[in-house]
């Protein structure tokens, strides 16, 4: 399948700081990038939906400025979270579709904390 | 909006035994589901999938079978390694729609 990084696997930062999450397709276009964010022994919970060049689309109850979504390229999403508190420590996925595919793929997530 | 319930929520077999996970949708319009892996401190990967058009789909020791009628899919794990022991989340979405609604989760443990 087709590969997708996230970096960095994981980052700790302190509160009130902001930390950028970087989602990378290296072998394929991503028109479409999805950022989920997962508690511990939680499922998996959409934050919002990007597509290359528009606006990122967030879903009820995420905060679209404290969550920055940028989708310039057909190959790099970021995510950056801002003013950084302890409650948003958790484990950020992206997973990132072409137009071909119904599947989306998955990054290896980015393990949060912030102290 | 979809929403996707996954069962058993923890799962012990002894090795080569056969584990089923069990989930149901509610939304009429989803076609694509999904099953997932994830392990400790990594991202989910992709398993098997299954799509409406189909009942069952099988890729050496796995398979999925899907009720429409029922909106409800299984996984299927036959002869179970330790090496099967990780979370699986099944998933649900629709065409025009590629983000994916999960399950709950269920912790597979494979006692050797």
């Known amino acids: 399948g087709a590969v997708v990084s996230q970096h960095p696997s994981w980052v700790i930062c302190k509160s009130g700081t902001s930390v950028k999450i970087e989602c990378r397709s290296l072998d394929f276009q991503a028109t479409t990038m999805f950022w989920y964010r997962q508690f511990p022994k939680q499922s998996l919970m959409l934050m919002a939906t990007?597509?290359?060049?528009?606006?990122?689309?967030?879903e009820q109850g995420v905060e679209k400025d404290k969550f920055l979504i940028n989708h310039a390229s057909l190959t790099l999403s970021t995510l950056t979270v801002t003013s950084a508190h302890p409650e948003d420590s958790s484990f950020y996925i992206c997973s990132a579709a072409d137009l071909k595919n119904t599947e989306a793929f998955f990054g290896q997530g980015t393990r949060l904390t912030v102290v | 909006g979809e929403n996707v319930e996954q069962h058993p929520s923890t799962l012990s077999v002894q090795e080569g035994d056969s584990a089923v996970i069990k989930c149901t949708y509610s939304?009429?319009?989803?076609?694509?589901f999904p099953w997932y892996k994830q392990e400790l401190g990594k991202g989910p990967q992709l398993i098997i999938d299954?799509?409406?058009?189909?009942g069952e789909k099988k890729d050496q020791r796995i398979a999925v079978t899907l009720n429409k009628t029922a909106k409800h899919f299984s996984l299927h794990i036959t002869e179970t390694q330790p090496e099967d022991s990780a979370v699986y989340f099944c998933?649900?979405?629709?065409?025009?729609?590629?983000?994916?609604?999960f399950g709950s989760g269920t912790r597979l443990q494979v006692q050797p």
């Open positions: 939304d009429s319009a989803s076609n694509y």
């Open positions: 998933a649900a979405s629709y065409t025009g729609r590629r983000a994916l609604t």
């Open positions: 299954i799509r409406s058009n189909v």
């Open positions: 990007s597509n290359e060049g528009s606006k990122a689309t967030y």
